[in-house]
Structure formats: C-alpha cells, structure tokens
C-alpha cells in the first residue's frame, strides 16, 4: 500500500497523475475517431509540427502554448492546402510539413545548447514539467472535448462512418470537420508536456485500438477508450516515479502492455469461447461458430430464448445464406 | 420532380458535366446507365445536391436542391464504399437516417425507435436490428441502406448501384421491393451497370455517356443505334417472348 500511497506526499506528483488521468481520458476519446478514420498520421504530423512552433516561441519570448498553437494551426492549414491539388497526396503533405516545423524546433535547439533540458519534457513527457496551469488548460480542453463529443454525437458518428452519405443526408460536415480538428489539435497541445511529442500519436492510437477489440459498439468504444486512455496514464505516472523514466515513455508502454493483454484475451476468447448451433438472421436458419456478450434474442428453430448480443463471426457472411453442422442444441 | 438546366459539374481538370440538360418526372422509377466514369455518379451527386455545380440550376420538388430540408431526397450509397468493419449495428445505421433533424441528445427517443423498429419490419430486416453490419447477408445490408434512407419519408429515392455486388436472386429482391415502393407513390432514380436487370424490372431507362443520349421505356430505348451511341458499338439486341436481352455481340469480330 505505501507503495502506492508514498509518491502522493509530492505535490509534483499529484499534479502529475491528475495531468496523465486527464490527458488520457482525452487522447482516448479524440482517438477513437483518428483511428476510425484512418488518420493516425495526423496526430503525429501536429504534434511534431506544434514542437517546432513551442520551441521558436521559445526563443522569441513567446508563451508555449501561443507558440505551438500557432504553429499546429499553421500546419493543419497548410497540409489542407496541399492535399487539396490531386498530386500530392495527404500523407506525403503530412510527412513535408511537419518535419519541416520539427526540424526547424531541432535546429534551434541544437543551436542554443542550453534549451535542451527544458525541451526533454516536450519530446519524451516529464512528471516533474507539470504546473497548475497546464493542469487548468489540459482540464478545460477535456471538458470541452466531452461537451462536444456528448452534444453532437449524432453528427460526428454519421460524419466519421461516411463523410460522403452524411452530407448528404444533411450533416454541417464541414463544420463538425472544423469543430474536430480544432478539439484534435487542442488535445495535442495540451498533452505535449505531460506525453511528449514523439509519444503522442501512440497515446491516441493505443486505447481506441484496445476499446475496437473489445467492442462492437461506437459508443462503447468512446467509453471503453477513455478508460483504458486514463488506465494507462496512471499507470504510466507510477511507473515513471518507480523507475525514473520519461512519462511519455512509461504511459505508452503501459499502454502497449493492455493491448497485448486485451489482444491475447480475445484471442483466447475467440478460440475457447465461439460455440456452433442454428440460429436465425432475418429469415434463414443457418449455423456458424459465434459468440456472445450482452443481452440477446436468439430465435432457434423452434423456440426463442434470450441470449447475448454482439455476433462475432468467424467467416464474414457472402452474398448467400449457408449451413454447416447440424444443431447442437441450446447454447448454455 | 427533377429539373437539370445547362448544369456544368465536375472535377479540377475534370469538367463531367457540360451544359446538361435533364428532366425526370414524379412517380418514374429510373434507371441511369451508361459505360464506367462518364458520370452517372457525378449526376447522382448533383442531383443530390451534394455536389457543387459550376453552373447552371438543379430543381428538385420545384425549389433549387440546396434549399431543400435535408431528408427530402433519400440516398443509398454504394455499397462498395461503405466501411464495413465501423462499429454500428443495423439499428443505429437506421437511426443515422433521422440525424438530419439535429437534436443535440445523444439517444433516440422512444418515438425514432418504434419508428426504426416499424420500418426494419416493413423491410425484412428487423430480426437482425442488433447485428453488426458486416455480420448480415448482402441483400440484408442493401436493404438496411434503403431503410436509412427511407426512415424519413422522402418522396424522392435516390441508388447508386443498388445491383452490384450481390447475387443474381438478391438484386431480384431489391429490384421488385424498389417497384413495390415506387407503387406507394415514392420517384426512384438508380444507376447500374446491368442492362439485363433494367430491362425486365425497369419502366424507364436513361442513356447516359457525359450527357443525355435517350429516356424512354426500355422497349423503345435498348435499339443498337441508342446502345451503340452510349456504349460504343458491339452490342446485340435479342427478342424474344415479350423479353429483351441484351448481350455482347459475337459476330463481329474485334481486336482485344
Ligand atoms: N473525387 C474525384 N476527384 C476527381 N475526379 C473524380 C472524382 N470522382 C470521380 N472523378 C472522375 O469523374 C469522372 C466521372 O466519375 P463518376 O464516378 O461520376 O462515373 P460513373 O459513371 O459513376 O462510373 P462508374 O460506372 O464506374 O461508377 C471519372 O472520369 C472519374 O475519374
Ligand atoms: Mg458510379
Ligand atoms: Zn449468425
Ligand atoms: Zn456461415
Ligand atoms: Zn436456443
Ligand atoms: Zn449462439
Ligand atoms: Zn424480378
């Protein structure tokens, strides 16, 4: 217990895991929609590009976080621009822009020797960088991000599924675009101190991708994230008090750990777990290797009995309906 | 219903439209062919409304597509561009046809479920409203767009290719559940690539290679001369019973 318990008598601490708690709740949720849109390029484009803009502020006497908000901004306008003409494609104006800006924030700190302790924390996260207005920034971010993820949950579902069909039916999507990317790079911004730059684009990916394997379900998804996002932040902030090593490096190994372990779970779940019995979709009876979790109606032939939701099949359904085994009776 | 007026469209470099022309009346059920890439898609969008046009007027309903209510026109993608590992089940791929109303709450109310629910029943579907939608057969997933896309009442339906990738039986069902609604009253505008199919369910038929060759009823359309313009040659038209066939034609011979 004190071992747990000791690390809180430092203030520098406290901070520190209230900063992570809060910084993976919030890559959780905003990742769940950079991995299901395919973007993760994105979030370590920005991040790379708000470090080269925090380090020139830096040197002209500017704020960090005018500086990086300055120049994420900067690079998400510009990689638009040049993913706009058909010859560039997005990743390519990515991968340009952004390591421009970084390399920039290298250059300069190489130059002036005497930057390079402070901007460790910005690279590879530091527990000890965390102040009470990082804590008040970080905090608001999340905040807004939970407003906005609540109250158009509809539109930013419909637009992350299918942009195309979404406009169409409707949906401001070029404005729910411009509300997410503006919540994206807020979120980079305000996680760089705590995470790290070079780790940011790990911390959004790796809870999303946990919560995808748990669940079927967008909304599940989002919960499930955030959670394993603010699991691993915690984690991450003992690990790094226990063994001195940098924050941003402790939360993504904690958080690449809960993956394999999640992997190997439903893995082993898939195997164990999957029972084969009739059962129908629609009109047709047929037969499968499936499982279920939560609550379901199971209409066998003959009788229906409740049994539980989610099917995971392991052949994907063609265009016709087929059946393999004869009926093993009732599962469970 | 549909009133197209010297509308130009298209991509950078890539005018698809030119001064088209198009009126379809209320009640049709349509279907637009034509060979690949010469813009039935880009017609579709236009008309959709989600498609900038550089000139020109797009009339649907008597009033400038844009200023529609969304939902008015109902929409079915292409099945082939949809995402088929996303997270959704049916149900709340249904529901997403009621999102245009823009609520702020999150959840459906009592009211949109019964409604989904009513119409999953209606549609064949409502047995598999918990399933995701990649575990459902394809005439299924087909027909739980078509309910997305009907959930809120429109008067106009709009397809994308509703025949491809799905078995010869499955686009039967889709093409006689499409006349079934166009009886209740509901224009209905598809493209497919499948002349055979439009020329035994269809009642209307529009050729279309960047511009509009001919409308008409399949019987008068389907000529060689019409096919030929619209396709480029070799296709051969066979009669017989009342039916029409179209296949490709044997007798001349061509270089590959
Ligand atoms: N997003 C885009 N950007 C640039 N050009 C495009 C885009 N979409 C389509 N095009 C081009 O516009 C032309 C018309 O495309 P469209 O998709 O409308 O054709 P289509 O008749 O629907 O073809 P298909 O039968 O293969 O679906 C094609 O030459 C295509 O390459
Ligand atoms: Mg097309
Ligand atoms: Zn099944
Ligand atoms: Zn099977
Ligand atoms: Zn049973
Ligand atoms: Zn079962
Ligand atoms: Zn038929």
């Known amino acids: 217990m004190e071992f747990f318990l000791e690390p809180f008598g430092f203030e520098f601490f406290r901070n520190g895991v209230w900063a992570a708690l809060m910084v993976g709740t919030l890559c959780g949720l905003i990742g769940v929609f950079i991995v299901l849109r395919g973007m993760s390029y994105i979030g370590h484009g920005l991040s790379h590009a708000a470090f080269g803009g925090a380090v020139l502020g830096y040197v002209i006497n500017l704020n960090f976080y005018v500086g990086a908000g300055i ?39 190489s130059r002036v020797r005497q930057f390079t302790k402070s901007f460790d924390a910005a690279l590879f996260g530091n527990i000890l960088g965390v102040t009470t207005v990082d804590l008040i920034i970080i905090g608001v971010v999340l905040i807004l991000t939970v407003l906005a993820v609540f109250f158009l949950y509809k539109p930013l579902l419909f637009s992350t599924f299918d942009n195309e069909a ?20 807020m979120s980079i911004i305000a996680s760089m101190n705590v995470v790290g730059v070079t780790m940011i684009a790990a911390t959004l990916v790796i809870p999303a991708s946990t919560a995808r394997l748990l669940t079927d379900s967008f909304s599940r998804m989002l919960i499930i994230s955030a959670g394993v996002g603010a699991f691993m932040g915690v984690a991450g902030m003992f690990s790094s008090y226990q063994f001195d090593a940098a924050s941003g490096a402790t939360i993504v190994l904690c958080g690449a750990f809960i993956f394999c372990v999640v992997l190997l779970f439903t893995y082993v779940r ?24 939560g609550e379901h109606e199971h209409t066998h032939s003959g009788h229906t009995h409740k049994e539980p939701d989610t099917h995971s099949h392991e052949h994907p359904h063609g265009t016709e309906y087929h059946s393999h085994e004869k009926e093993k009776g009732p599962a469970k | 219903m549909i009133r197209l007026k010297d509308v130009s469209a298209g991509y950078k470099k890539n005018p698809v439209l030119t001064h088209l022309t198009l009126e379809i009346e209320e009640g049709r059920f349509a279907g637009i062919v034509g060979p690949t890439g010469t813009g039935k898609t880009t017609l579709l969008k236009t008309i959709l409304g989600s498609h900038k046009v550089h000139g020109g007027e797009v009339m649907v309903m ?28 049916v149900e709340q791929v249904i529901m997403m046809g009621l999102f245009a109303q823009r609520t702020y709450w999150p959840w459906p109310s009592r009211k949109e479920k019964i409604q989904v629910h009513a119409l999953a029943e209606k549609l064949g579907v409502d047995q598999c409203l918990h399933h995701h939608i990649r575990d459902i057969s394809g005439g299924q997933q087909q027909r739980v767009f078509l309910a997305r896309a009907l959930i809120s009442n429109p008067r106009l339906l709009v397809l994308d290719e509703p ?59 389907f000529t060689e001369e019409i096919l030929g313009k619209t396709y480029g040659g070799d296709l051969a038209i066979i009669r017989h019973d009342g039916h029409l066939l179209i296949a490709h034609n044997a007798k001349n011979k061509h270089n590959h």
């Open chain 1, 71 to 109: 120049a994420g901004f900067l690079a998400a306008v510009l990689i638009n621009q040049l993913a706009k003409g058909n010859k560039i494609k997005s990743d390519a104006a990515i991968g340009i822009v952004t390591t421009a800006f970084f390399a920039l924030g290298v250059a300069l700190i």
């Open chain 1, 166 to 185: 979404a406009k169409v039916f409707g949906i401001r999507t070029e404005l729910i675009q411009l509300v997410f990317s503006l919540l994206l790079a």
């Open chain 1, 270 to 293: 898939e195997k164990i777990d999957t029972h084969q019995h009739m059962h129908r979709h629609g009109g047709v009876a047929h037969s499968h290797p499936h499982h279920h979790d």
């Open chain 2, 62 to 89: 008597g009033k400038p597509v844009r200023s529609l209510t969304p939902g008015s026109i109902g929409y079915v993608p292409q099945l082939e561009t949809v995402d088929w590992t996303f997270p959704v089940t």
């Open chain 2, 163 to 221: 025949t491809s990738g799905v078995d010869i039986k499955t686009q039967h069902d889709v093409l006689h559940l499409l006349q079934s609604l166009n009886k209740e009253g509901i224009t209905i505008l598809i493209t497919t690539h499948d002349l055979n199919a439009v020329a035994s369910h269809l009642p209307w038929v529009i050729c279309f290679n960047k511009t509009v060759i001919a409308q008409g009823k399949p019987d008068d359309v």
